[in-house]
């Protein structure tokens, strides 16, 4: 078995807007990754919590990173993607602890080559699902 990517080999995000801090497993329908709540993450709340709000993205990313495996399988460089939204994002709490280490997965619900996609997205911590979504994307040429 090959050793896991990083994340900055998957996605074309940098600095800041990198929220996923590793992959932990890639296949040829689904991305899961693991994101911890940082301290004075640029996110954060007055409380020092991550709002629910959140997680939409870092279910973004993992599917990114799944694009970007799959574009790197087949001799490819990653490609720009754009989230163009959910109808159905639930979050199941108001909001992220920091320090917490959580789950991200993004499995494939639609994909075509020609760039549209939609995923389907869960967020856990521990086994337990904090929020889910599906999610549409579409990349770039």
């Avoid at 990198?18 to 004075?40: E, F, H, K, M, N």
């Avoid at 640029?42 to 991550?50: E, F, P, S």
Wanted: net charge neutral; charged share 20%.
């Amino acid at each position: 078995m090959s050793p896991l990517p990083g994340i900055s080999d998957l996605i074309l995000h940098r600095g800041p807007s990198l929220l996923l801090d590793r992959i932990l497993d890639l296949s040829s329908t689904r991305c899961l990754a693991q994101v911890r709540v940082a301290p004075g993450a640029w996110y954060l709340q007055a409380d020092g919590t991550a709002p629910a709000w959140v997680g939409l993205e870092w279910m973004a990313q993992a599917a990114s990173a799944f694009s970007g495996h799959r574009h790197r399988l087949a001799g490819r460089e990653p490609r720009i993607g754009f989230l163009l939204g959910t109808r159905s994002y639930e979050a199941l709490v108001p909001s992220f602890l920091v320090g917490a280490e959580l789950e991200v997965e993004a499995t494939v619900f639609f994909l075509d080559e020609a760039g549209p996609s939609a995923f389907t997205c869960e967020l856990r911590h521990k086994g337990e699902t904090l929020a889910r979504a599906r999610l549409k994307a579409i990349e770039t040429p």
